[in-house]
């Protein structure tokens, strides 16, 4: 049995009982990412947040999961004062940042685009990856708004993951050169449509990463070994790629 790499995590939240199951399984390396646990109303409440992510990483070391970090600032949780202290804060970091994420658009609000915005060109500076977010709903207006703001900054599109995609979003994701990635969690993708999804854009495996984006949500964090294995009984070349490498290589 091969590592794997969850590529898509919320560790704060989650139990130690979530870590050793997901040890068990195989999955030994995770992208830890910042979100919106908790209302972000002020700059300190952040950062606060920020220091639980990095702490949740390290509780995954003593289960022999290797946790890389990703910090930034979620749309659902642009504090309503101190948001430019925020993002010095975060511009201070980066150099110790393994991605940052998850950023991105839920409304598509004018607030929330600059708040993206500011975040790509940001992270482009020093190359860092990032992983952004779409949300749940869909919304053909926000997923739009979301590609045509990464288009317009600075950021390398191979450098970013466009994440919790369904099959509508993954062709236009994989064709403008982004990494695209596949959330396995309820009301996103079940773990047939994940690997209906690989299959369908198996010429893209080198740019497909699957997570499990659990978080407080109902979530299966051993999401990522399932697909692995319909993977690999499936007779799949690239099985590898989608649930380690391209996590491997890009964090
Ligand atoms: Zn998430």
């Known amino acids: 049995m091969f590592a794997k790499f969850d590529a898509h995590v919320h560790l704060d939240v989650r139990p130690e009982d979530d870590l050793r199951r997901m040890s068990l399984a195989g999955i030994r390396y995770a992208l830890t990412l910042s979100h919106d646990p908790i209302p972000a109303r002020t700059h300190d409440a952040l950062l606060g947040h920020w220091e639980a992510v990095r702490a949740a990483a390290e509780r995954a070391d003593e289960y022999l999961i290797d946790a890389r970090v990703g910090l930034g600032v979620h749309p659902r949780a642009i504090p309503e004062r101190g948001t430019e202290r925020a993002l010095r804060a975060l511009e ?31 992270a482009a500076t020093e190359d860092v990856p990032v992983v952004v977010h779409t949300p749940r ?9 979301t590609l045509e703001t990464i288009q317009d900054s600075d950021a390398d599109p191979a450098l970013v993951v466009v994440d919790h995609l369904n099959e509508r979003f993954l062709n236009d994701v994989l064709e403008r050169g982004l990494n695209a ?46 697909v692995a294995l319909e993977l690999e009984r499936r007779g799949f070349d690239d099985v590898e790629a989608v649930t380690r490498d391209n996590a491997l290589q890009l964090f």
């Open 92 to 122: 201070e970091r980066l150099s110790d940042l393994d991605a940052v994420g998850e950023i991105g658009l839920e409304r598509a609000t004018e607030r929330e685009v600059e708040v993206f915005r500011e975040q790509l060109d940001l």
């Open 137 to 145: 709903s869909r919304d053909p207006r926000v997923v739009a708004r």
């Open 181 to 226: 990635g596949i959330s396995v969690q309820p009301g996103k993708a079940t773990v047939e449509e994940a690997v209906e999804m690989v299959l369908n854009h198996r010429e893209d495996a080198d740019r497909i990463l699957i997570n499990s984006d659990a978080s407080l949500a109902p979530s299966n964090v051993l999401a990522v070994a399932e």
